[in-house]
């Protein structure tokens, strides 16, 4: 089956031919006349192809949960917005401020008006729907994070891009539905296509369930997931773990959409972005994980591992058994997606046949990654996404597909909108016991909706770390002033005290302003337009 990955092979030509002046403009054809470049069909649909460039990447799905009370990145832009230190000008609220991406997705549904002529009518109906719910993905994330922004629709002159104003958040959600529903949903079918990675009907389904489910709008969360659930096109796969290696791409119906990648030609960094210094990738350790993400993960009897002394529970006395100078027994006997997520002091590199290839030597001595020497180290490293059976030339040329939306996802989507209308819990709680099923976690039992709520918060955090949504549950949860704040620390190491206290990392701030970022400095210094500035960014 053809994917879409041999088209973003060639983006490198597509955007060779494009460039754009400044904010939003219209990006012209280098060597190709305009009326060539639209009157050819595979050209044409190319552009369309190249659009999905414009969802996420490694660094809005692995690396966006810096940003969250989950981790800290080793330095830059993300660590600045997870402790609080960001400012107008930081790199990571400039990143965030996407009307490049909105020029040249406004640009190529301007070039299919031009290649009507050239393409079939399903084609035009099924290329605009793609490059309208790529649109809107985008324009949706600029309304979650910034609120008021810019609603251009169309590609602009620089004087005009410099004239442009705010539309309000409500508008531009009313917009992004809009799109969504009356014109995505009904052409994405007008053509069938048979490669992977291109949006299709329950992917639309599944975004407008995520997007309904941020804005509280409950009964329409139940009515798409009801869709995505009832369409018999997905399940979860049966390996955690295994689903973030590169052996599942392609081999599981969990994932619904996914940014592609296909190594040697498209490829990412992760590998070595993620992995520690002394492993076979040779790695920069950049997402660093923290001990209240680690205390989330339940003992295997599904109690937090807080209470297993209080209650008696077997597993208390064998992790304090399992000790030794190079093995931490605290991580032992928990939900096994501790396991596949992070990395810990002396925990080993295994391979899928099980053969072990290294140990994180962060507390070690002797270990290139020893805390002393790498004073940035919490004791935890993302382990998500990284290939554990490559080699060191695979260590920039990962080809791992970065999940976007996933079943999982649904389920709890689903799960946490009868919660909160508080109706018909038991299949909220049936939703949320499939996936501790896959898991080989305990059933939750039923409860009240206070506490169920605090479940699926619990299953929510530990399912999906590092998969880019963290910061949006607490921040439209409305709970970021409670967890992004304070002293946070990482693992206990001797290096850092004999008597294994935890690291401590940084002192976090929170100030209410943050849950919405500030318009960039480099676009109001652009365009005074865009101001009133967002309240106590002034």
């Known amino acids: ?216 709008q409950y009964g329409k969360v139940l009515e798409y997931t009801d869709k995505v659930i009832k369409s018999g096109d997905y399940e979860l796969f049966d390996d955690y773990d295994k689903l973030f290696r590169p052996t599942a791409d392609g081999a599981n119906k969990e994932v619904i959409f996914e940014r592609q990648y296909s190594s040697p030609l498209v490829v990412h960094e992760l590998n070595r972005n993620l992995s520690y210094v002394s492993s076979v990738y040779s790695g920069w350790s950049h997402v660093l994980g923290l001990q209240e993400l680690v205390d989330e993960y339940e003992c295997v009897h599904g109690h937090p591992v807080s209470e297993c002394e209080a209650l008696e529970c077997e597993y208390a006395q064998k992790r304090k058994e399992a000790e030794t100078d190079t093995h931490r027994g605290e991580y032992d006997f928990r939900d096994p997606r501790l396991d596949a997520t992070l990395m810990w002091p002396y925990k080993e590199w295994k391979a899928s046949d099980g053969t072990v290839r290294g140990y994180y030597g962060v507390d070690d001595p002797n270990s290139g990654d020893y805390v002393q020497k790498e004073t940035h180290m919490t004791g935890y490293l993302c382990q998500k996404w990284v290939d554990m059976d490559g080699e060191y030339a695979d260590r920039t040329l990962s080809g791992k597909n970065m999940t976007i939306l996933r079943y999982a996802d649904v389920l709890l989507m689903r799960a946490e909108a009868l919660i909160e209308l508080n109706q018909n819990l038991a299949e909220a709680v049936s939703l949320i016991n499939q996936v501790r099923d896959r898991a080989h976690m305990p059933f939750i039992k039923m409860a009240s909706q206070s506490v169920l709520r605090e479940n699926l918060r619990h299953e929510r955090r530990i399912e999906l770390a590092f998969e880019g949504l963290r910061y949006f549950d607490i921040i439209r949860w409305h709970i970021a002033d409670k967890v992004k704040k304070g002293k946070v620390y990482g693992a206990r190491m001797k290096a850092i005290s004999e008597d294994m206290d935890h690291k401590y990392v940084e002192e976090r701030f929170w100030d209410d302003k943050m849950y919405l970022f500030p318009v960039p400095q480099e676009a109001v210094d652009n365009n005074p337009n865009l101001l009133p500035q967002n309240k106590g960014w002034e």
Request: glycine share 4%; proline share 2%; with cysteine.
């Open 1 to 216: 089956m053809k994917t879409v990955k041999k088209y973003l092979c060639m983006l490198a030509f597509s955007v060779g031919l494009m460039s754009c002046d400044s904010f939003l403009t219209t990006p012209p054809l280098d060597q190709i006349s305009e009326e060539q470049w639209w009157n050819d069909k595979s050209q044409a649909e190319m552009m369309v192809k190249g659009a999905y460039q414009y969802v996420y990447g490694v660094n809005e799905v692995a690396l966006r949960d810096c940003i969250s009370d989950n981790a800290t990145h080793r330095e830059g832009k993300y660590k600045e917005i997870g402790n609080g230190t960001y400012t107008t000008q930081s790199g990571a609220v400039r990143d965030e401020w996407k009307y490049a991406s909105v020029a040249k997705l406004n640009y190529i549904l301007e070039g299919l008006e031009k290649a009507k002529e050239h393409i079939t009518e399903a084609e035009y109906l099924r290329y605009t729907a793609e490059v309208r719910f790529i649109r809107a993905f985008v324009y949706y994330d600029m309304a979650f994070f910034f609120g008021d922004v810019p609603l251009i629709k169309k590609t602009l002159t620089v004087s005009e891009s410099r004239e442009t104003s705010r539309q309000s958040r409500e508008e531009v959600l009313n917009f992004v539905l809009d799109e969504l529903e009356n014109y995505v949903l009904p052409n994405i079918n007008a053509l069938e296509v048979n490669e992977t990675g291109r949006v299709n009907e329950q992917v639309v389904n599944a975004y407008l369930s995520r997007i309904c489910l941020f804005e509280k």
